[in-house]
C-alpha cells in the first residue's frame, strides 16, 4: 500500500495545545487537542499522537464510504468503535492512574494508615473505572474530552465520600492525586493504536445492529488496513506562544500571527480582518487576499482582558467557562465595568455582588469590557474590514460574540462575522498548510 | 560650558548608563519610595533615585555637588519638572534656556532671536559668574570647528547604511557612534580623532563587505533593513539587540540617534555664527520636532536606506516620544506601501521590557516581511 504523505501543524498554546494534520490536497484528515500542562514537549507529543489517531480513524471512514457494500452502515459504526476507542484509552490511563497513586501512597510519610489508605484508593479508582462507562454511552455529554479533567472531577466526588477527618482526610487522597495525575499526564506510552483499535473492534461488533454484524468480516479487513496504513510525516510546522520550546528546527517554527492569518484564510477565504482571542494573548491581524498578513497588533505583556479572564471570572463563580456565556445573554440590564485586570477581577465581581448587582449583568459587562479592550487593538491594527473573523477559545463564547458584533456595527458599520466551530485550530491549521506549502516547494 | 571650563554632568545619559549597567531598577525603587509615581518619566526617577542612593555616577565615583543648573529643554517638557525637583536637591542657581518648539517645522528667524537673547542675557552671565571666566568667543568658535568636523565623520558613518548589505547597524551600533559627541567630548579634539576613526574602521568594514558589528561579532547575512523610531531599552539592550541581529535584521537608520542634533539633514555647527549655530541646533533636535517634520524624515530614511520595513518601539514612560507613534505608523505605512511594526517597552525601568512578548512581535513582524517578500508560498 502506498503511504500517506501528511502535514502536520502544531499550535502550542498557554492553555492547550492544538496539530492538524492535512493531506497532500490540503484538505484537513486528523485533528487533536490536549491541555498544554506543564510540559511542552509533552503536550505536543500527545497533541501529535491524538492528530495521528483522528488521521486513521479518518482513514476508515474513507474506506467505508468508498465501498458500496458498506453504505448503510458508515455512520453507527463508526461512532461506536471511536467511543470504544476512547473509552479503551480511558481505562489505559486509568490503570496508569492507579499505579501513579499507589506509588505516591508508598511514601514512607503515609505508613501509619497504609491500609486505609490503599482501601480507600482502591474504592476511589474502582469507582472511576465503574463510571468510565458512562463519560462513553452514547447519550454522554463529557463537559471536557482531556483526561485530566474527567478523571479530577470523577475522582474529587468520590474522594469526598471515602475520606474521613479523623483517618484518611480529603487533603491527603488531593494530594495524591495531584501527584498521581501528573505522571499520568507526562508519559507517552499510549499503547499501540493497533491494538487499541483491534481491542475497540469486537465490543463495537458485539453491540452493532445486525445490519452492522451481516458485515463484520468486511469491516475487520477495512479497520485491519487502516491499522496497517503507512502514515509519513512529510512535513511539520510549530506554532503558539510555546513555539520557542517545540522540537523542531528553526525553519520549522512560524510566528501564531502567520499562521492564524493564513489559517482563517483558509477557513474564511473572504477575511481581510481576523481577532484571535486566546488564553493569553489577543491578536488583531489584517491578511489580505492570499491570507498573507499585511499588519497586526498583540496585547501587550499584560494579558488582562485575555482568555483566562474568563477563566478566573467562572472559577470565582464556580461556572464551567462555557456557562459563562450564556449567563451573560440572560442579562437585561448590563453593568459598566472599566477594568480588565485579571487580578483584580475576583474582587471586582465580589464587590459588585454586594451592591446588589445581577450577576448576569455583571458577566454581561465583563463580556463587553474584554472586547472593547480588543476594540481597541483592531483600530491600532487599522481596524475592522469585511470580512472579519473571530477566532481562538473566546470566539466560542456567544456572550462575547454578541458584544463583539455590536460594537463592530457600531464603529465600523455592517460586517461579515465569520466564526468557525474548528476556530480554535485555526493557528494550528495555518502552521500546517505552511509545512504544505514548503515541501510543496522543495518538491 | 566648556569654553568655560566648565564639566557637564548629564542626567539623561547618567539614566540610560544606569540602565545599561542594571542598577536602573533599585534607582526606581528608591525614587518611588520618596514618593514618586510608578507612570512618570523613568530617567527622571532614575536620576532622583541615583541621587537619593550617595549620587554615584556611571564611572562608579561619586558626582560632586553641582556649582550650577542648566536647563535647555529641546521638546521634552517633562525635563522642566525634572530640574524643578534637581533644585529642590541642590541648593545652587539655576539658568534656563527656553526652546522654542518647531511647531511650523522650520526654525523662524525670530526663534534664533529669541534664543541668542537668552544666551546673552541668561546663561552667559550665569556662566561667567560661577566659573570667574569672561566669555570668550574665539575659544567657542574653535571648539564649534572641532565639532563640525567631527560631524562631517558622524554623517559619514551614519549614511554607510546606504550601502546594501550595511556595514553599521545605525540603533544599536548607532548608539554608540553617537555617544561621544551627544555627551562630553562634542567640541574636543578627542572627539575629532574618535569620529576619524570611527570612519575609517567603518570604511575597512564597506571593502571587506563586512556587516555590522555586534557584541557576538559581525552580523551575518543582511536579511532585512530597517528603519526604527524611538529609543532602545537600556535595561536589556543586548538581549533587545540580540533579537534583531539573529534574525538578519539590521537597522539602517533611526531617529534617536537624531536626538542630539539632526546632522545628517545638513546642519553642522558654524564657528562663524557661534550663538546662532547654538540656537538652530537645539532647535533642530529630533525631540523638538512636530510629527509631519518626523513624519517627513521617517519617509525619507525609508526611501534612501532602501528600508523593507519599520519599527516603532513605543516607550512607555515618555509621553514626548510616544504620542502621536501608532498615527506615524499608520501614516508611514500609506505614503511609503512598507509595513510597520510596533513594539513597546521602557527606557530604564526592567519591569516595563518583557522579552519573550517583544520577540514575539518581533519575530512575527519579520516573518511577516519575509512572507511579503517571498508570495504565498513563503
Known sequence: MKALRTYVGIDLGSTTTKAVVLNDAGEVIGRGITNSRSNYDVACQVVREEAMVRTRFTLTRQAITGDPALAQVEKAFLSSLQRNFRFRQHLDQLARLREALFRAAGDPRHSAHRRELNTALESIVDGMVERAGLHFSELAVRKSDFFRDLATADYMQLAEQHSDPRGITFDMLCGLFDAAILVVENAIAQGSFETQLRGALEPTLASATLAVQEKASRLREVVEATCGAQIVETGTVGTGYGRQRLPFPKEQIRSEILCHGLGAHAMFPGSRTVLDIGGQDTKAIQVDGDGLVVSFQMNDRCAAGCGRYLGYIADEMNLGLHELGPLAQQSTSRVKINSTCTVFAGAELRERLSLGQRREDIVAGLHRAIILRAMSLLARSGGVRDEFTFTGGVARNPAAVDALRQLVQENYGERTLNISADSIYTGALGAALFARRAAQANA | ?378
Open chain 2, 1 to 378: 560650558m566648556r569654553s568655560f571650563d566648565l564639566l557637564p554632568v548629564l542626567p539623561e545619559i547618567n539614566a540610560l548608563q544606569s540602565g545599561m549597567r542594571k542598577l536602573s531598577g533599585d534607582y526606581i525603587a528608591e525614587a518611588e519610595k520618596h514618593g514618586h509615581s510608578e507612570d512618570v518619566c523613568t530617567y527622571v526617577k532614575c536620576d532622583i533615585g541615583m541621587l537619593k542612593k550617595g549620587n554615584i555616577g556611571p564611572t562608579g565615583e561619586r558626582l560632586p555637588p553641582p556649582d550650577l543648573l542648566l536647563l535647555s529643554y529641546t521638546g521634552c517638557f517633562t525635563f522642566m519638572k525634572w530640574f524643578e525637583l534637581l533644585r529642590q536637591e541642590y541648593d545652587c542657581p539655576v539658568a534656563m534656556l527656553h526652546v522654542p518648539y518647531q511647531s511650523e517645522g522650520r526654525i523662524l528667524p525670530h526663534h534664533v532671536e529669541y534664543i541668542v537673547q537668552q544666551l546673552r542675557t541668561e546663561v552667559i552671565p550665569k556662566l561667567e559668574a560661577i566659573s570667574g571666566r569672561r566669555y570668550d568667543e574665539d575659544r567657542l568658535r574653535e571648539m564649534l570647528r572641532l565639532s563640525a568636523q567631527a560631524e562631517d565623520d558622524l554623517v559619514w558613518v551614519l549614511e554607510s547604511a546606504k550601502n546594501v548589505p550595511s556595514p553599521i547597524d545605525a540603533y544599536f551600533g548607532g548608539v554608540y557612534y553617537i555617544g561621544p559627541m551627544f555627551t562630553a567630548f562634542r567640541g574636543t579634539a578627542e572627539g575629532v580623532s574618535y569620529y576619524r576613526v570611527l570612519r575609517e574602521e567603518v570604511a575597512g568594514r564597506l571593502r571587506a563587505g563586512l556587516g555590522p558589528l555586534t557584541p557576538e561579532g559581525s552580523q551575518g547575512k543582511e536579511r532585512y533593513r530597517l528603519v526604527m523610531e524611538g529609543p532602545p531599552n537600556w535595561t536589556s539592550f543586548r538581549e533587545f539587540w540580540k533579537m534583531f541581529y539573529d534574525e538578519g535584521a539590521v537597522v539602517v537608520a533611526s531617529s534617536y540617534t537624531k536626538v542630539g542634533g539632526l546632522y545628517d539633514g545638513g546642519f553642522r555647527h558654524d564657528p562663524k555664527r557661534p550663538l546662532e549655530t547654538l540656537a538652530e541646533y537645539c532647535m533642530g533636535c529630533y525631540t523638538n520636532l512636530g510629527l509631519p517634520t518626523r513624519l517627513a524624515l521617517l519617509e525619507r530614511y525609508i526611501r534612501e536606506y532602501r528600508a523593507d520595513g519599520f519599527m516603532i518601539n513605543s516607550i512607555k514612560s515618555c509621553n514626548s516620544f510616544s504620542v502621536g507613534q501608532l498615527l506615524l505608523l499608520r501614516q508611514l505605512e500609506q505614503s511609503t506601501g512598507v509595513p510597520g511594526g510596533f513594539i513597546e517597552s521602557d527606557l530604564v525601568d526592567p519591569r516595563y521590557f518583557s522579552a519573550a512578548n517583544i520577540k514575539n512581535r518581533i519575530e512575527s513582524y519579520l516573518q511577516m516581511l519575509e512572507q511579503k517578500r517571498t508570495g504565498v508560498n513563503a
